[in-house]
């Protein structure tokens, strides 16, 4: 119990596993204004603990939001970048400026070049024609077309995607709900290790990027809902941690390759 009461998803173990008892999530405990003492100052743009790079963007009709993470051992996960591509999406210019940051290289703290791995789009309510096509000459680099399954408990990514789409693409219904479930039990552990999430000491994980993260509560029926407006930080955060599952990424496999 010592090793795991900081730790929620250990925690939840101890009470499965150890003591036979139902685990009860605390969703309602996470505040999205303490976690702003969670900035640190990294060393690089990339963290010693990172192993991989992920994406997750979300569009609307005047701008593209993508957030850069850096992903560890056990789920543990380093906010690197946030960016707000401001554009008509019906037009060809603010896809070209996403793209070319794509291909960016980051810098690890080893002094080696990194580029993202793979990556989510949510293709579904805004520019679903313009997110088709971009995500269909991009397949090979591993740029996904995510678009949320309406089932509640729907496994985070599926086994195999539908061409039932007017452009015939690999489309993924992922499982928002339970990817959620994930990102929010990670919010609550307070110590760095297994599932923390750092963010670093930039202007763009404000107030504001907080508050979208924190943005939807958990009801009774276990689906989550927003109680604010805007969540597009919350949802890109659950389009890069899903893209890891469609890519078959391993993190345990790659942190003991070292």
């Not at 795991?4 to 969703?27: D, M, V």
């Not at 999406?89 to 896809?95: A, F, L, M, R, Y």
């Not at 070319?100 to 990556?119: D, I, N, P």
């Not at 930080?233 to 070292?258: K, N, Q």
Request: hydrophobic content about 35%; overall charge negative.
């Amino acid at each position: 119990f010592l090793e795991a009461k900081n730790n929620p998803l250990a925690l939840k173990a101890f009470y499965n596993e150890t003591l036979a008892q139902t685990w009860e999530e605390e969703y309602d405990k996470v505040d999205g204004t303490s976690l702003i003492d969670r900035k640190e100052d990294y060393t690089a743009q990339v963290p010693e603990g990172v192993l991989i790079l992920s994406w997750g963007a979300d569009t609307q009709d005047d701008r593209i939001e993508v957030e850069v993470v850096g992903w560890g051992a056990n789920e543990e996960s380093w906010s690197i970048d946030y960016q707000i591509f401001y554009g008509d999406t019906s037009k060809p210019e603010v896809w070209k400026q996403f793209d070319a940051y794509l291909l960016k290289q980051w810098t690890h703290e080893s002094g080696s070049q990194m580029r993202v791995y793979c990556g989510g789009l949510d293709t579904q309510g805004h520019r679903t024609k313009q997110a088709y096509a971009f995500c269909k000459s991009r397949f090979a680099r591993r740029v996904f077309a995510f678009k949320g399954s309406s089932v509640v408990n729907a496994p985070i990514a599926p086994r195999l995607a539908s061409r039932n789409n007017q452009a015939n693409i690999p489309l993924f219904m992922i499982g928002t709900n339970v990817a959620k479930d994930v990102l929010m039990s990670h919010l609550q552990t307070t110590e760095v290790g297994a599932g923390y999430m750092h963010f670093p000491q930039d202007e763009s994980y404000n107030d504001e990027y907080f508050k979208q993260l924190t943005a939807e509560k958990r009801g009774k029926d276990g689906r989550w809902k927003k109680v604010r407006a805007r969540n597009e930080a919350l949802d890109v955060r659950v389009y890069s941690y899903t893209s890891l599952f469609i890519a078959g990424v391993d993190l345990e496999l790659l942190s003991h390759r070292g």
